[in-house]
């Protein structure tokens, strides 16, 4: 459910990430229209790598796959990291082991805290039992899926959507890549690369994941860039899915992916608001 695109300027030392919403319509090889998470859990690593290439006109060189679990133990090996919140989230799925409890505010958050942090989306609407499951009420809907009890208040939080998700996740990297960067985790860099090859899938080695940190080991984790494609949402069959504006996302590739910093222009909006009693100064 969490795509991002990286771009590594390995001359200047720079680094940029770019999302994609996991509701993003596309077209796969076989013809069909569907959204682009399902693309992985359905046809494959190959499928799925080559429907970002055709989405975004850029092939990856490489590719890192890691269960939002495996990170957390990842992040426990840093000895946690510093994340800041919009707003207090609170979830909690049982069957899926994710408690979900972060307060409103900076904060330094272990593994477990990490993956409640990337994966929160929405606020918990069900009232729960001592352990934590939803309680049914005993019968189903129209449709055959279980109802249960709701909330009679539910507390939202700013936090919720997929593009705050997204940039939570943006957040959680940059803070990963400080984490790593610090003195303490510098000397035991060895120890790290083994911890984190053990949770990932990737064509990366461990060669060149070292000479990755060497040549980074000097940059600021707070100057990666980051973006999110953008679009609009609609109701396609059915099935929610997000439509990609082909002009904006045509300059966050060239900005992001393709180092035009000009391209940024085209994604910047400017909101002129009248403050006066003159109708139509603005």
Sequence with gaps: DSIVVASLD????TISLLSIPRDTRIEGEDGKIGKINAVYRNHGRESFLKTVTNLLGVE??????IKSDAMGKVVDTLGGVEVETLDAMEYVDAHAGLHINLPKGKQVVNGEQAIGFARFREADIYERDEKGMPIYLGYK???GNPVFK???????????GDPRRMARQQQLIKAMAKRATSGAN????DHLVNVTLEQLETNL??????????????????????????GHGEIRGGTYMVILDKDKKKAAVDWLLKGDETAANHLTVVSVENATEIRGAA
């Design 60 to 65: 990856p060189d490489y590719y890192v796959g």
């Design 10 to 13: 390995l001359d200047r030392k």
């Design 205 to 230: 080695d461990r060669m060149q994941i070292f000479a990755i940190a060497a040549l980074f080991r000097t940059a600021n984790p707070d100057s990666i860039v980051t973006g999110t494609l953008q």
């Design 150 to 160: 709701r909330r009679s208040k539910i507390v939202h939080s700013e936090e919720e």
């Design 141 to 143: 809907d129209r449709a």
């Design 186 to 189: 510098l000397f035991q860099l």
